[in-house]
């Protein structure tokens, strides 16, 4: 399995490793629910190296991207970031990612782990031969600081007058411990939040100078798993796929349909819109979760199918999406979630599933 440079960092924090995506990563430290909590209260700092990171450059490099993404490239200013998708023709999800935009010629395009191969034959394959291609995967490290507290603990790093006023969804780049970081908001968590972009080999200075404060603490792939569930974040490999759009993943918001872009032709406007089944979320009645393929039934019937659950440490019960019948959809439906052997009982329930 692959490493991120902060590998032997978690080895000697005891954390609970394991596989994801071809990676060795930490599943937790001291546990999901307190690392969970920790986030939503203070700080945590979080290692997702393993993301992919790509650079497109050059005078087509906008327009190329106009035409490969959902969401609209024109109009971006620089330090500029959006969210968006790859689309097959068929119209399904290569994957879902952010663009962040340098310069009128220079993007830089942030993947999944799980699909950084794909994405990256998927762009050579589709964008101009003048445009310039770059895979800076193993060169680019990425820590997230995520929590209420976390804008106190970059201030401390970078300075207040560095990251004062830095929106969402905006990026800007910042001098950390003596090294030049991308520094942006997007966050996974619904937190405040910070990601930091930095070469490969300076993280592990950078991990242990924020580590050091007391009111930071280290988080796991667990607790990021349960923060963007209740908060309705689709994981891709879960939730979205190539099987299916994003206006069955109720994504329709980050999709331009006044542009083209590959796979629009298969994106009905009509019947796009109003999909045979929709990604909608689910609180049960307990602590018990339904995991990913559960059969979502309704009066006995199967009417959809589970594609993440866990439990919830904000709201102290199971939580989860699932795909259901757009036509039973309605949220406080009561649904019964089973794999044949274990049944639970839980309603449908409008995202983000965690309201603050």
Known sequence: MKKTPLHQKHISCDAKMSAFAGWDMPMYYTGIVEEHLHTRSAVSLFDVSHMGEFFLRGKGASA???????????????????????????????DDLIVFKISDEEFMLVVNAGTTEKDRNWVLSNKSHDVSFTDVSGDIAKLDVQGPASLSVLEGLAGKSAIEGLGRFCFTKVNMSGTEVILSRTGYTGETGYEIFIPWGKAPELWDIIISRDDVKPAGLGARDTLRLEMGYPLYGNDIDEEVTPFEAGLARFVDMDKDFIGKRSLNPVSGAIPGKILSGFVSEGRRAARKGFSVEISGEKAGVVTSGAFSPSLKRAVGLCYVDKRYSAEGTRIALTDGRVTVDAKLAKLPLLRK
Request: charged residues 30%.
């Open 64 to 94: 190329d991207l106009e035409r490969l993404m959902t969401c609209r490239i024109d109009g971006m200013l620089p330090g500029r970031c959006r969210y968006g998708f790859f689309l097959s023709e068929e119209g399904g999800i290569v």
